[in-house]
């Protein structure tokens, strides 16, 4: 069975890159790396933004970043049904980018946090979550200073009747409204997560729940490549 | 035209910023309430005509500058009234 392409887009200052790709390669897919001034991507079945400090964060987390080159591809490919995962500062981009409702700001506690949480799983009709149980509760770390997703009553509303808010924590540790860890947009294919996962898929690690997210974003990958075969 | 570009948290947003700075000046002995932190942005505009200047601004605003979910902007010009 051959491995299904996906593309970790690398931003300047993106420092979780490599362990995306690493953790990708792991589970089975082939991992590449694509520079942020890249206006095409490569043939990839899957995109992944990874977690770090685009830009600084300067003006606002992934303000910058949204308007690389690259973005231009990641929305076409999200247009298309693609599987976009954004991790940490990936899903500030795609909040930014519009791709993603609402909006990260500094946690409530303005401190930088960085431990590992719990996460109960709230949906499991997306292909990130597919693997998991409705329920269940995985073990994964975090690592942010502005991670407190803000939606208003309306769009939150609106995200929970739609069954988008996918991930919250058990133990809010930043503020966020509702205790969102994750969400995914109305289409389902494009999710924002502030958890790592990437940092969680090997016991050395201390667990592997996070093997489990990203299996579901290889397998999509897996079915999306299979199909542009047969097309 | 030299323009002026204040943005700041929306009311009811959580601004953990101006909390942080409100409890450092109650301690300096102010005794202030509802401190909230933005941010300006000063810039230079190549039209004259401030009408112009200010929707080119806008845009700005809303492509970039500010985050309408969570943040307002007021825009100022100089010399404008």
């Known amino acids: 069975m051959s491995k299904p392409r996906i ?14 790709l690493v953790a990708l390669q792991a589970l089975g897919a082939e991992a590449v790396a694509v520079w942020h001034a890249a206006e095409h991507l490569p043939d990839v079945a899957g995109i992944v933004l990874p977690g770090g400090f685009s830009y600084g964060d300067y003006l606002r987390c992934g303000a910058i970043a949204r308007f690389s080159p690259a973005m231009r591809a990641v929305s076409e490919f999200a247009a298309d049904g693609g599987p976009v995962l954004g991790i ?17 700001r500094p946690n409530a506690s303005l401190s930088f946090v960085c431990r590992d949480v719990d996460l109960r799983i709230e949906r499991t009709d997306t292909p990130f979550t597919s693997l998991c149980e409705p329920g269940q509760t995985l073990t994964i ?22 069954g988008q808010i996918v991930l919250r924590y058990e133990d809010n540790p930043n503020g966020s409204i509702a205790d969102v860890a994750g969400v995914v947009n109305a289409e389902r294919n494009v999710m924002g997560l502030m958890p790592h996962p990437e940092h969680a898929v090997d016991p050395l690690l201390g667990s592997t729940d996070g093997a489990l997210i990203l299996r579901g974003l290889v397998e999509a990958a897996r079915d999306r490549s299979v199909v542009g075969i047969g097309v | ?14 601004d953990p910023q101006g909390q942080a700075v409100e409890g450092s ?14 941010r300006v942005v000063d ?15 806008e845009r700005m605003c809303e492509q970039l ?12 010009l100089e010399g404008a009234s």
């Open chain 2, 65 to 76: 500058l500010a985050n309408p979910l969570i943040e307002s902007y007021e825009i100022e």
């Open chain 1, 7 to 20: 593309a970790v887009v690398a931003f300047p200052g993106s420092n979780d890159d490599r362990d995306a």
């Open chain 2, 43 to 57: 810039l230079e505009v190549e039209s004259a005509d401030p009408a112009a200047a200010r929707a080119e601004v």
């Open chain 2, 25 to 38: 000046l109650r301690q300096l002995g102010f005794p202030v309430g509802d401190a909230r932190v933005g």
């Open chain 1, 141 to 162: 770390p975090i690592k942010h200073g502005e991670g407190c997703w803000y939606a208003d009553d309306g769009l939150l509303g609106e995200l929970e009747a739609n």
């Open chain 1, 88 to 104: 940490c500062n990936g899903f500030q981009i795609l909040c930014e980018a519009g791709l993603l409702p609402g909006a990260l």
């Open chain 2, 1 to 14: 035209m030299r323009a002026t570009v204040l943005v700041r948290p929306k009311p009811g947003i959580l």
